[in-house]
């Protein structure tokens, strides 16, 4: 039965795709897309970062961004950004932050 309805599911969305209508208007978007071309602005970052969107679950991790390369710890912002639920414009000033005070 499951794989019924997922074989449903995916015709529904190739004939949605293939509709006119829905060729016409482009698809949004991703998220990540969007993340990758914001601006971010390292003061506002600096300000999240020692905020109550990072330190509800732990203490102040300013002192962690200068103890590693800017690559290092990439992946482990990004993690915390998605753990706090931050906004991709939020994201980007975290970033800006980092990339600007990171270990050189
Ligand atoms: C939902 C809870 C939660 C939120 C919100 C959160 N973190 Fe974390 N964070 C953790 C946990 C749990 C760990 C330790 C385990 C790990 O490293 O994954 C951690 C570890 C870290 C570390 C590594 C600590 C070290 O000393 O090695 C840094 C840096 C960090 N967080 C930064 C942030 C920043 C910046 C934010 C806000 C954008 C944030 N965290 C938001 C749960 C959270």
């Known amino acids: 039965m499951k794989k ?11 004939m949605v795709a293939c509709s006119p209508k829905a060729s ?4 949004p978007p991703i998220a990540t897309e969007a993340a990758t071309t914001l601006v971010g602005t390292a003061n ?8 109550a969107k990072c330190t509800k679950c732990h203490g102040n991790k300013t002192d962690h ?3 590693q390369t800017f690559t ?3 992946k482990l912002m990004h993690a ?3 753990k706090a639920k931050l906004s991709d414009q939020e994201t980007a000033d975290l970033m800006a932050y980092v ?4 270990k050189k």
């Open 24 to 27: 016409k208007t482009p698809a």
């Open 44 to 51: 506002t970052g600096g300000l999240l970062i020692s905020s």
């Open 4 to 14: 019924v309805l997922i074989a449903v599911g995916i015709l529904t969305s190739v």
């Open 99 to 102: 990339m600007a005070n990171a």
């Open 80 to 82: 915390m950004a998605k």
């Open 72 to 74: 290092e710890q990439e």
């Open 65 to 67: 961004v200068p103890k």
